[in-house]
T-cell receptor, first 113, second 112 residues
Framework: DAGITQSPRHKVTETGTPVTLRCHQTENHRYMYWYRQDPGHGLRLIHYSYGVKDTDKGEVSDGYSVSRSKTEDFLLTLESATSSQTSVYFC????????????FGPGTRLTVL | GQSLEQPSEVTAVEGAIVQINCTYQTSGFYGLSWYQQHDGGAPTFLSYNALDGLEETGRFSSFLSRSDSYGYLLLQELQMKDSASYFCAVIPNSGGYQKVTFGIGTKLQVIP
């Protein structure tokens, strides 16, 4: 299995507070992604990174920011969490050109009260 | 844009064969992938079709027909552990190779 970890695995927070989720990989893969998964929507891309300091928006990027200062770490920040951001967040990595074969982390279950 | 359609649920008998379809409306894409996800778990990659035709990996096969805007995942010799959700995903060629779009998934229940 690809070496991907996410932290925290579970978090409960209150509306309006900032939240940062961390994804760490030991595979030295170039591409990293953040998805959210909600019932009835499947997986939706929030942001992705194609290298250190190189990121781009996905389908549902509003309210989220990301940073990648090292190859192995990709951070997702909710500047001011809202209840609509309650979800399961998955980080993924891929090598080569990117999107065809992705390896997913274990996920973070975030609840915003 | 791109839209993927999958059946929401499928039930099949242990030992049988099941086909999970994925139809799409997209202006163009690089390829079609399939992922498996058990309840409470993370998605895991199963297969990728860049070209039309059948790709076989053990008990699982995946098929793509661009002319019919259609793909499917075929699971043979079903086992109880195959009970999971299955997602198709496309890489549209309009937004970059990393902007993958997933279907909402098909929940497969394998019964004895």
């Amino acid at each position: 299995d690809a070496g991907i970890t996410q932290s925290p695995r579970h978090k409960v927070t209150e509306t309006g507070t900032p939240v940062t989720l961390r994804c760490h990989q030991t595979e030295n893969h170039r591409y990293m992604y953040w998805y959210r998964q909600d019932p009835g929507h499947g997986l939706r891309l929030i942001h992705y990174s194609y290298g250190v300091k190189d990121t781009d928006k996905g389908e549902v990027s509003d309210g989220y920011s990301v940073s990648r200062s090292k190859t192995e770490d990709f951070l997702l920040t909710l500047e001011s969490a809202t209840s609509s951001q309650t979800s399961v967040y998955f980080c993924a990595i891929s090598r080569d050109r990117g999107g065809d074969e992705q390896f997913f982390g274990p996920g973070t279950r975030l609840t915003v009260l | 844009g791109q839209s993927l359609e999958q059946p929401s649920e499928v039930t099949a008998v242990e030992g049988a064969i099941v086909q999970i379809n994925c139809t799409y409306q997209t202006s163009g894409f690089y390829g079609l992938s399939w992922y498996q996800q058990h309840d409470g778990g993370a998605p895991t990659f199963l297969s990728y079709n860049a070209l039309d035709g059948l790709e076989e990996t053990g008990r699982f096969s995946s098929f793509l027909s661009r002319s019919d805007s259609y793909g499917y995942l075929l699971l043979q010799e079903l086992q109880m552990k195959d009970s999971a959700s299955y997602f198709c995903a496309v890489i549209p060629n309009s937004g970059g190779y990393q902007k993958v779009t997933f279907g909402i998934g098909t929940k497969l229940q394998v019964i004895p």
